[in-house]
T-cell receptor, first 112, second 115 residues
Framework: GESVGLHLPTLSVQEGDNSIINCAYS??????FIWYKQESGKGPQFIIDIRSNMDKRQGQRVTVLLNKTVKHLSLQIAATQPGDSAVYFCAENVNTGNQFYFGTGTSLTVIP | EPEVTQTPSHQVTQMGQEVILRCVPI?????FYWYRQILGQKVEFLVSFYNNEISEKSEIFDDQFSVERPDGSNFTLKIRSTKLEDSAMYFC?????????????FGDGTRLSIL
């Protein structure tokens, strides 16, 4: 049969505003999470990670929040710039192996 | 900053032919991976490789697929008897080996088109 592509959630923000991208993960046993950024024609680029013993981690202009109770992960980007426009994926890992399970992705568009 | 490099960037092959996708992982990394992304779909795990053997593989990674570390720098994915549905972006990734799982760093992929 015909395969149907995923309908990506989209988020449009004005340049300089803060962005929040959300991810609901599937496995309650997942204990390591990564946010990746994917620009058109490129591979996923590591942004920030968090392990399950933490609920918040900050990087340069980015913050990841983890709520294990509701299996929710968010990525906050401060002062969003046009170069932040991309698809953002959360990826989860269960620490019995090395494979990551990727989410659907969110397409972020920054309006200058 | 060290990066994972993949060649070719685009491979066009007739159905039924064999293809080899090549990757040079980051030099001090010891874990290597292949993922694929069918157009418009999620990134999917295929296989992980450590210490010259497969450590994990998904159900996608059947007998049609094989991986090899032919020398100290390259990591390859071979797909035999290619099918139309093998058309996808194939990403190689690598990570350090420490006590706990580490971030995987990806190359920019090979776009495989099966005709």
């Amino acid at each position: 049969g015909e395969s149907v592509g995923l309908h990506l959630p989209t988020l449009s923000v004005q340049e300089g505003d803060n962005s929040i991208i959300n991810c609901a993960y599937s496995n309650s046993a997942s204990d390591y999470f990564i946010w990746y950024k994917q620009e058109s024609g490129k591979g996923p680029q590591f942004i920030i990670d968090i392990r399950s013993n933490m609920d918040k981690r900050q990087g340069q202009r980015v913050t990841v929040l983890l709520n294990k109770t509701v299996k929710h992960l968010s990525l906050q980007i401060a002062a969003t710039q046009p170069g932040d426009s991309a698809v953002y994926f959360c990826a989860e890992n269960v620490n019995t192996g090395n494979q990551f399970y990727f989410g659907t992705g969110t397409s972020l568009t920054v309006i200058p | 900053e060290p990066e994972v490099t993949q060649t070719p960037s685009h491979q066009v092959t007739q159905m039924g032919q064999e293809v080899i996708l090549r990757c040079v992982p980051i030099s001090n990394h010891l874990y290597f991976y292949w993922y694929r992304q069918i157009l418009g779909q999620k990134v999917e795990f295929l296989v992980s490789f450590y210490n010259n053997e497969i450590s994990e593989k998904s159900e996608i990674f059947d007998d049609q697929f094989s991986v090899e570390r032919p020398d100290g720098s390259n990591f390859t994915l071979k797909i035999r008897s290619t099918k139309l549905e093998d058309s996808a972006m194939y990403f190689c990734a690598s990570s350090e080996a420490r006590g706990s799982v580490q971030p995987q760093h990806f190359g920019d992929g090979t776009r495989l088109s099966i005709l």
